[in-house]
């Protein structure tokens, strides 16, 4: 069956410094890729994602996120977290073909220490 | 940010009630889906619609019904609401038109209460 699995439940970092929220996926072929941002009461939001080509992704405030085909894994990174940047982030995963639906994980909640 | 609306927004019911949520889009795009958010749980998915009248069921669909008669309005129905179907559902929508256009794009989510 097809998963998606973020091993971390929750993250805390002290401000300023590096970040990387794991995510691994089992899929029979390489799936499109998404991370995800959900800030407190809020919906959705798409910082990256990644369907072929170059692994390594830019996206939206300051964030990128590697593929690794022979980890399975798409890990997110930023170099200097922000207290913004608290939140929970989630992993997903969907294919192309079918009902496209994605897969996500069951998220990891950051917390950002002063 | 993609133009879409789910109302209401918060909602408290009784056990045994229908209910019904509403999802609009103004992008025109073609794929439209519920899911479900549980802690621990991530999003799962509910129902999704590939076009007008055309509906199938994802992972958590027992107990829901859906209806899509414009492209612009997604409809999620619980029939006799349950305590189990607390959550907070969350439509989206995709274009997928082809390679590279599967992006979904999430309204701001419906926080439901069965009491």
């Known amino acids: 069956a097809q998963s998606v699995t973020q091993p971390d439940i929750h993250i805390t970092v002290s401000e300023g410094a590096s970040l990387e929220l794991r995510c691994n996926y089992s899929?029979?072929?390489?799936?499109?890729l998404f991370w995800y941002v959900q800030s407190p009461g809020q919906g959705l939001q798409l910082l990256l994602k990644?369907?072929?080509?170059?692994?390594l992704v830019q996206g939206i405030k300051g964030f990128e996120a590697e593929f690794k085909r022979s980890q399975s894994s798409f890990n997110l990174r930023k170099p200097s977290v922000h207290w913004s940047d608290a939140a929970e982030y989630f992993c997903?995963?969907?294919?192309?073909?079918?009902?496209?639906?994605?897969?996500f994980g069951s998220g990891t909640r950051l917390q950002v220490q002063p | 940010d993609a133009g879409i609306t789910q109302s209401p927004r918060h909602k408290v019911t009784e056990t045994g009630t229908p209910v019904t949520l509403r999802c609009h889009q103004t992008e025109n795009h073609r794929y439209m889906y519920w899911y479900r958010q549980d802690p621990g749980h991530g999003l799962r998915l509910i129902h999704y619609s590939y076009g007008v009248k055309d509906t199938d069921k994802g992972e958590v669909s027992d107990g829901y019904s859906v209806s899509r008669s414009k492209t612009e309005d997604f409809l999620l129905t619980l029939e006799s609401a349950t305590s189990s179907q607390t959550s907070v559902y969350f439509c989206?929508?995709?274009?997928?038109?082809?390679?590279?256009?599967?992006?979904?794009?999430f309204g701001p989510g419906t926080r439901l209460t069965v009491l």
């Open positions: 990644y369907f072929s080509g170059d692994t």
């Open positions: 997903a995963a969907g294919l192309d073909t079918g009902r496209r639906a994605l897969t």
């Open positions: 899929y029979g072929a390489t799936p499109y």
């Open positions: 989206a929508i995709s274009e997928s038109r082809g390679f590279n256009t599967d992006t979904q794009y």
